[in-house]
């Protein structure tokens, strides 16, 4: 029998049955996930079904909600699909094939490319196709095809890739690409990706996903609070999250009503779980994409704490405990070392400046550090330098440039796009339209909207877009009393209102330090993160308080939005160099 290599790219959707028989009808109503691709060859047999590489999808949750999910992939062009499983088959030349779906798309489209370009993800295809019901096309030997799919249906709406790879005798490789291959025959390692980790991670990020509703509030208030339109700035809303869990587990009565108003938590069961499923989805360490969050707590060896505080603190925020004298330099010293390490020394010129006092009763640390290269990277010998018109000046800057199918969103006021991550989620890219300024579109509800369900955002293409992106790195700390004072929990500052009555019996105890720090950087491999954000619990009075083009030459705002939709940074950039 002749045979075809057919991968799938999506480690979650592992390919279905290929054996010489279709599959039935679903007899069901609602698409969790785009429905597969069945291949027929010309004598009406079935020669492959694929599931999707990558999508964004949407489908009914009921009581006339809707759900969205995100499902990144790996460039039809990397080498390492080579090393996944496949299953061989060399088509006849010219041979038409008819693609069906479960679901009918509204359109198809298919792109096809040299094999001989694996590992060239800069490679431009031969040739792009749209076809019309009912959908046939010819499938050449030695070719990579990607076959884009639009659905618009009630059971399931969206945007879904797929991918296949048809060998001859004469396809010719690189010789790296040809090590891949043969590896790939009999490959019998258990990928991450099929252990069941895993498959608790994804069943995370399906439970966090129906987040949203909850956590956009938060999103939506936090973002402008913490992001300037004047100067490079940047946070992680996620750490801060998590920060604020955990000292809602400290705080009571007005004082911990306060913290869960800006959280839009109804009660501490409610922030727990979410903590809970936000550390599950968001936490990991994998080959080519890290995510690692680290929490503790640091206590004032003269001063009794309540246990059940404590206890509650390591068993639904992960947190570890540190003991010491407040205020001396080898608890100072140790509480630096701790957060340099969980960030991997990324803000060590803002953690040089952290001091505990005598009076402090508890320090709590949040922190979070990411890492993740790009499913198709920038080729560095396409960097050149272009000037970036900032906000203080004109300057020169390392641009980097990529042509790629990606998703192109727009606003009233904006254009953006989100390049995919590797096993991490996405990168966007905000720029306001020309006239209009970074801080409007900072607090634009369109932008949110985008960030946290980019799946279900309406007005989104999906096109050929010629970028331009510059190099750089944000790095920025703040002092986070005005910020949540903005928020609601002014009263935290104050020892003759504030309540920790939690934590401790002794009083006043008042919030004296709230700090956040985050950096991250953008090159041609990828994007590197870190964040840290400090709450200090003291004693005593209170101190003072088509081809799209898309170039990125001016101020610009860009986010880094997770798996299951949790916004991990995001900042602005109105100046580099």
């Not at 790939?184 to 390692?189: D, L, N, Q, T």
């Not at 913490?226 to 955990?246: H, I, K, Q, R, T």
């Not at 779980?273 to 995510?291: F, H, S, T, V």
Request: net charge negative.
């Amino acid at each position: 029998m002749k045979r075809l290599i057919i991968l799938t790219l999506v480690p979650a959707l592992l390919l279905g049955s290929l054996a010489g028989c279709g599959r039935a009808p679903k007899a069901v109503d609602v698409y969790d996930q785009p429905p597969a691709l069945v291949i027929t060859d010309p004598e009406g047999d079935t020669a492959a079904e694929l599931d999707s590489m990558g999508y964004q999808w949407t489908y009914p949750a009921g009581s006339g909600r809707s759900t969205g999910v995100d499902a990144d992939a790996i460039h039809p062009l990397d080498a390492n699909i080579l090393a996944l499983d496949e299953l061989h088959f060399y088509p006849e030349a010219d041979a038409v094939y008819a693609l069906s779906f479960d679901l009918a798309p509204s359109s198809v489209s298919v792109a096809r490319w040299d094999a001989a370009d694996i590992g060239d993800t800069q490679a431009e295809p031969l040739e792009s196709t749209e076809l019309t019901p009912p959908y046939e096309t010819a499938l050449q030997p030695g070719s990579v095809y990607l076959i884009h799919a639009v659905f618009d249906k009630d059971e399931g709406s969206g945007d879904a890739d797929y991918c296949l790879i048809t060998l001859s005798e004469d396809t010719e490789f690189r010789e790296e690409d040809e090590m891949l291959l043969e590896k790939s025959e009999g490959f019998e390692e258990s990928f991450y990706w099929q252990t069941e980790e895993y498959a608790q991670q994804m069943e995370a990020i399906r439970l966090s996903q129906e987040l949203r509703g909850g956590m956009d509030a938060y999103y939506s208030r936090i973002l402008p609070l913490l992001l300037s339109g004047e100067d490079n700035s940047v946070c992680s809303p996620l750490n801060l999250y998590l920060a604020l869990s955990m000292l809602a587990e400290t705080a009571g009565g007005e004082s911990r009503a306060a913290i869960l108003s800006a959280l839009n938590a109804p009660d501490m069961e409610t922030v727990r779980r979410n903590a809970a499923l936000l550390w599950a989805a968001n936490n990991y360490d994998m080959e080519g994409a890290r995510c690692l969050l680290a929490s503790s707590l640091w206590l004032n060896e003269d001063v009794p704490v309540h246990q059940a505080a404590l206890d509650a603190l390591r068993e639904s925020h992960h947190a570890q405990a540190f003991s010491g004298v407040m205020g001396s330099e080898a608890l100072d010293q140790q509480l630096r070392d701790w957060i340099n390490e969980k960030t991997m020394d990324l803000l060590k010129e803002f953690t040089a400046g952290l001091k505990t006092q005598p009076e402090t009763v508890m320090e709590l640390v949040s922190t979070i550090y990411f890492k993740a290269s790009w499913t198709a990277k920038f080729e560095k010998k396409l960097t050149d330098k272009a000037v970036f018109h900032g906000a203080k000046g004109d300057t020169r800057v390392d641009m980097m440039h990529r042509t790629d199918s990606v998703p192109y969103y727009y606003g009233d006021r904006f254009s953006a796009v989100s390049l995919a991550l590797n096993e991490s989620g996405s990168m966007f890219f905000i720029l306001p339209d020309e006239g209009v300024a970074l801080e409007s579109v900072i607090s634009d509800p369109q932008v949110a909207a985008m960030l946290r369900d980019r799946s279900g955002y309406p007005d989104q293409r999906h096109v050929m877009v010629e970028m331009s992106v510059p190099k750089f790195e944000v790095k920025s700390d703040t002092d986070l009393n005005a910020v949540m004072t903005a928020m609601g929990m002014g009263a935290l500052f104050d020892a003759n209102e504030a309540n920790f009555s939690p934590l401790t019996e002794v009083t006043p105890v008042f919030l004296s330090q709230a700090e956040h720090a985050a950096g991250v950087s953008v090159d041609e491999e990828g994007v590197t993160g870190a964040a840290y954000t400090v709450f200090g619990l003291a004693m005593g009075a209170m101190p003072p308080s088509e081809i799209v083009p898309f170039v990125l030459d001016r101020p610009f705002m860009f986010a880094v939005a997770a798996r299951d939709g949790s916004v991990l940074f995001a900042g602005t950039v109105t100046d580099i160099g």
